[in-house]
């Protein structure tokens, strides 16, 4: 491995923390500047054991006296930076000791078999990220983002993720028509249906719809699924957070999958 540059900063001027601090506070300035900030250790080793290469690490002089160091090493550019100079950067209420600027490589291209989460219009962020977690830990291997879906790769949603981001393949910004190119039957959650998920045979590898937080699945996206299932809801709640609902869905066919 090659060693690492590593420089003190004292200016908050610095241009790199200038770009640093836009990708922290800018949900969609990584499609302009084709980078990404991700902060906190947690994330940077997610990133690092899927295989990433950090640009640039940005450490605070305490964590550089902690075994954070040798994290921050991983990076081909290290910038230690004052302790104050660093919550500046960050853009969380507890400023994270470490952070990492990454290369952003612009939207996967569509996998039409893949095992597929489509987002349509999902607006808010904690609910993308928690879906892009379930989507990881139950086995699919795509996200499909239609416009009007918050930005995946904005900062509150790759926290949400937890590291999901780096083992999916994701697409964002896409119209309902590049559904079409999907060759798995796609399933939607409906309150209304008559057949609940539990109740069917679902099939594998298929895509799940999940709908806007308020107004659910569209009536285009929705005349494009193979079925509409519902979640039973003994307790008699009209309906689940699409962030639960996502949860439920996916288990239930890894559940399926596993026990076939």
């Known amino acids: ?21 836009k990708l922290g506070r800018d949900p969609v300035a990584y499609r302009k500047l084709g980078e990404l900030w991700i902060e906190g250790d947690h994330l940077c080793r997610a990133f690092l054991q899927r295989g990433g290469v950090p640009l640039h690490a940005v450490v605070s002089e305490p964590a550089w006296a902690t075994p954070l160091r040798d994290l921050a090493l991983r990076a081909a550019s290290v910038t230690v930076l ?20 990454v290369s952003w490589h612009g939207a996967a291209a569509l996998l039409p078999d893949a095992p597929t989460v489509v987002l349509d219009r999902l607006q808010d962020a904690g609910n993308v990220g928690t879906v892009l977690r379930s ?26 993720g937890m590291g999901a981001h780096f083992g999916l393949s994701l697409i964002e910004g896409v119209d309902a028509a590049a559904l079409s190119s ?4 796609m399933l939607a959650t409906s309150s209304h249906a008559a057949q609940a998920i539990d109740q069917v045979a679902l099939p594998w590898p298929c895509a799940w719809v999940l709908g806007h937080e308020g107004e659910g699945v569209s009536a285009l996206v929705q005349s494009q699924c193979h079925q509409a299932l519902c979640i039973p809801q003994p307790g008699g709640e009209e309906s689940l957070n699409v962030g639960a609902a996502a949860a439920v869905c996916l288990y239930e066919s890894a559940r399926q999958r596993m026990s076939r």
């Open 1 to 21: 491995m090659t060693a690492s540059t590593v420089k003190a900063i004292s200016s908050r001027d610095n241009p790199l923390l200038v770009r640093v601090r």
């Open 82 to 101: 004052p302790e104050a100079l660093m919550a500046g950067v960050s853009a969380l209420e507890s400023p994270a000791p470490i952070g990492f600027v």
């Open 135 to 160: 989507a990881s830990a139950f086995g699919f291997k795509q996200v499909v983002a239609l416009k009007g879906t918050a930005a995946l790769w904005s900062p509150k949603v790759l926290r949400a």
């Open 182 to 185: 999907l060759s798995v039957p």
